[in-house]
């Protein structure tokens, strides 16, 4: 946000790049960070007890089986550390860090593009896995919102064990999924010795700026990744604005409702503006293409000056300068988002 007041001289934007849920965090959030700002003298907890209590009764999981992280990118760059695979299969587009953590230990990375004449969806029969290979995907995905199903998934996980593959499937966005829909790949750990999931509670509760989340696998695995992260990796308030909102079992509710309204109300909006092509996915983001004359970084710039920052995904492997993703939001900055694109691409 600075560095868009820094480009654009502007003071405030509303900000369309970021997928953190419009709701913000949950009122216990505040309160439990407000009770406990007396702990930040202390050390934190290094073993997260009253957290993992909560996440591992969610996910119905011996706390042998999860690990706490400084949000799931941490946990990423420890199990590429831990696994240091020779190569690696990821599906694009789909969220850069992967690849960046598996560089880091020089890791041979080989990318599986996703079609866009298939919606961007992730097919079983077509990943050419090879031994020793370690697997990422993003469900759902990230920027496409499209979701795996879970028998797409199993197939997958079965094709791997044959390769003696890794999979590390990234669950992020899961809450924000319908609850129908909803599927949650921890049934799987205790039958495959090659899987490894990610969840965030960065997003769905709102706290970025703290930084939290977890990993679930086999209780091997979570010691290696032990001995390898920070004593202290999670502090005290994440701690307890993550206890706080894993209690606040409501909120969830409404903020799948909530979602799920608002990103129908841009989807029939954006579809009047020609030359748009909204992809409808299923978390709290939607990814657009633009054949527009606009587009690419003279769109983002364009908005930006009317205060709508957006992001940009022609970075993405896979996409290019015609697409972009925008976060869900609030009924009012969904409003002014749509009435500024409509300016700027008219």
């Given at each position: 946000?600075?560095?868009?007041?820094?480009?654009?001289?502007?003071?405030?934007?509303?900000?369309?790049?970021?997928?953190?849920?419009?709701?913000?965090?949950?009122?216990?959030?505040?309160?439990?960070?407000?009770?406990?700002?007396?702990?930040?003298?202390?050390?934190?907890?290094?073993?997260?007890?009253?957290?993992?209590?909560?996440?591992?009764?969610?996910?119905?999981?011996?706390?042998?089986?999860?690990?706490?992280?400084?949000?799931?990118?941490?946990?990423?760059?420890?199990?590429?550390?831990?696994?240091?695979?020779?190569?690696?299969?990821?599906?694009?587009?789909?969220?850069?860090?992967?690849?960046?953590?598996?560089?880091?230990?020089?890791?041979k990375i080989r990318l599986h593009?996703?079609?866009?004449?298939?919606?961007?969806?992730?097919?079983?029969?077509?990943?050419?896995?090879?031994?020793?290979?370690?697997?990422?995907?993003?469900?759902?995905?990230?920027?496409?919102?499209?979701?795996?199903?879970?028998?797409?998934?199993?197939?997958?996980?079965?094709?791997?064990?044959?390769?003696?593959?890794?999979?590390?499937?990234?669950?992020?966005?899961?809450?924000?999924?319908?609850?129908?829909?909803?599927?949650?790949?921890?049934?799987?750990?205790?039958?495959?010795?090659?899987?490894?999931?990610?969840?965030?509670?960065?997003?769905?509760?709102?706290?970025?700026?703290?930084?939290?989340?977890?990993?679930?696998?086999?209780?091997?695995?979570?010691?290696?990744?032990?001995?390898?992260?920070?004593?202290?990796?999670?502090?005290?308030?994440?701690?307890?604005?993550?206890?706080?909102?894993?209690?606040?079992?409501?909120?969830?509710?409404?903020?799948?409702?909530?979602?799920?309204?608002?990103?129908?109300?841009?989807?029939?909006?954006?579809?009047?503006?020609?030359?748009?092509?909204?992809?409808?996915?299923?978390?709290?983001?939607l990814l657009l293409e633009n054949?527009?004359?606009?587009?690419?970084?003279?769109?983002?710039?364009?908005?930006?000056?009317?205060g709508v920052l957006i992001r940009?995904?022609?970075?993405?492997?896979?996409?290019?300068?015609?697409?972009?993703?925008?976060?869900?939001?609030?009924?009012?900055?969904?409003?002014?988002?749509?009435?500024?694109?409509?300016?700027?691409?008219?």
């Amino acid at each position: 946000m600075q560095a868009a007041r820094d480009k654009y001289g502007r003071k405030e934007y509303v900000d369309f790049s970021a997928n953190i849920n419009p709701l913000g965090p949950p009122p216990g959030v505040f309160r439990a960070i407000k009770e406990n700002l007396g702990q930040i003298v202390h050390y934190p907890d290094p073993a997260g007890t009253e957290l993992k209590s909560l996440l591992c009764k969610r996910f119905n999981i011996g706390p042998e089986c999860l690990i706490l992280g400084n949000g799931a990118v941490e946990l990423i760059y420890l199990v590429a550390h831990a696994l240091s695979p020779r190569s690696a299969l990821i599906p694009v587009p789909t969220f850069s860090e992967y690849t960046c953590a598996l560089e880091a230990v020089q890791t041979k990375i080989r990318l599986h593009f996703l079609q866009r004449s298939e919606d961007f969806r992730l097919k079983a029969n077509n990943l050419t896995l090879r031994e020793g290979d370690i697997l990422f995907i993003c469900n759902p995905n990230n920027p496409t919102g499209q979701l795996l199903p879970p028998e797409t998934f199993q197939q997958i996980l079965n094709f791997a064990e044959t390769r003696r593959a890794f999979v590390v499937v990234d669950e992020s966005f899961m809450d924000f999924v319908d609850i129908q829909r909803q599927w949650r790949a921890v049934q799987y750990v205790k039958k495959y010795q090659n899987l490894f999931i990610l969840y965030s509670l960065t997003k769905f509760y709102a706290i970025p700026g703290l930084r939290l989340g977890c990993g679930i696998g086999r209780p091997d695995l979570i010691e290696r990744l032990y001995r390898l992260k920070d004593p202290w990796n999670v502090n005290s308030l994440a701690l307890v604005a993550g206890e706080a909102g894993l209690q606040d079992g409501e909120f969830g509710v409404h903020t799948r409702k909530y979602v799920a309204s608002e990103r129908d109300f841009l989807v029939n909006e954006l579809v009047k503006i020609k030359g748009l092509h909204i992809f409808n996915g299923t978390a709290n983001f939607l990814l657009l293409e633009n054949q527009n004359a606009i587009y690419g970084t003279a769109l983002v710039e364009k908005l930006a000056r009317l205060g709508v920052l957006i992001r940009d995904c022609g970075n993405f492997p896979g996409l290019g300068e015609h697409y972009f993703r925008i976060a869900v939001k609030d009924r009012e900055s969904n409003t002014k988002l749509v009435r500024a694109l409509d300016q700027v691409l008219d």
